[in-house]
Structure formats: C-alpha cells, structure tokens
Nanobody, 131 residues
Framework: QVRLVESGGGSVQAGGSLRLSCAAG???????????MAWFRQAPGKEREAVAA??????????ADPVKDRFTVSRDNGAGKTTVYLQMNNLQPEDTAMYYC???????????????????WGQGTQVTVSS
C-alpha cells in the first residue's frame, strides 16, 4: 500500500503561482518506479480530469492541453524517497479545483490521462484562483 501526502494548495489571484507536492515515501521507486505518477483535478460539478503525469524513472512529463506552457511536473528521488511536484504558473480562475496526486499508473506509453489506470490516490489539496 502506498500513502500519498499532498501539500501546497491555497488561494491566489489570477496570474499567481503555486507549487504542489506529493510525497510517496520510501521504497516507492523501487517497487513502482516504472509507472506513472500524475496530478488530476476536480472542480465542483465536473468530472475528474488529468492535469499532468511523470514517469518517475526517466522524468518524462506529459500535460493536458489546458495547462501546457503554464504547469511543470517534476520529481525527486533523493534519499530513497519519491516526491512529485506540480509548479503552476499564470493560474486562472478556471484552474480552481481540488487537486489529487495519483500513483502506480500505467507503464511508459500507457494512457496516463485515465484516472482508472492509477491504484493509489492522495486526499487532495484545494487550489482556488480569484479573478
């Protein structure tokens, strides 16, 4: 079982930035390192949607169209612990949502954008952007 701990949400004005973190803990990489970790978001009354994903092993990142060129996903495997980050710049009101970290997703080349492909989820962190 993998416990994902998210942090970094908050409230900002349009054009501002936030950085989300998702700690997967020790040994995650050794067991699940070839699979994707991702960020999803869900706004009230809307379906959960993919934001970005990263393959922890090679660091390749992938983005949904609405966030390309504004968000950056990265990872750190230092000291045997895996943490994934989502740097969000130029935030807009439409980015307001609960953001979820997901782990043990599809292997490289798989459908990283499908929530059903992930086996572990964090509790979510709220991001609110005001105009």
């Amino acid at each position: 079982q993998v416990r994902l701990v998210e942090s970094g949400g908050g409230s900002v004005q349009a054009g501002g930035s936030l950085r989300l973190s998702c700690a997967a803990g020790e040994y995650y990489y050794s067991i699940y390192g070839v699979n994707a970790m991702a960020w999803f978001r869900q706004a009230p009354g809307k379906e959960r949607e993919a934001v970005a994903a990263i393959y922890v092993g090679n660091g390749n990142g992938y983005y949904a169209d609405p966030v390309k060129d504004r968000f950056t996903v990265s990872r750190d495997n230092g000291a045997g612990k895996t943490t994934v980050y989502l740097q969000m710049n130029n935030l807009q009101p439409e980015d307001t949502a609960m953001y979820y970290c997901a782990a043990d997703g599809p292997a490289f080349g798989g459908a990283w954008w499908h929530a059903s492909q992930y086996n572990f989820w964090g509790q979510g962190t709220q991001v609110t952007v005001s105009s």
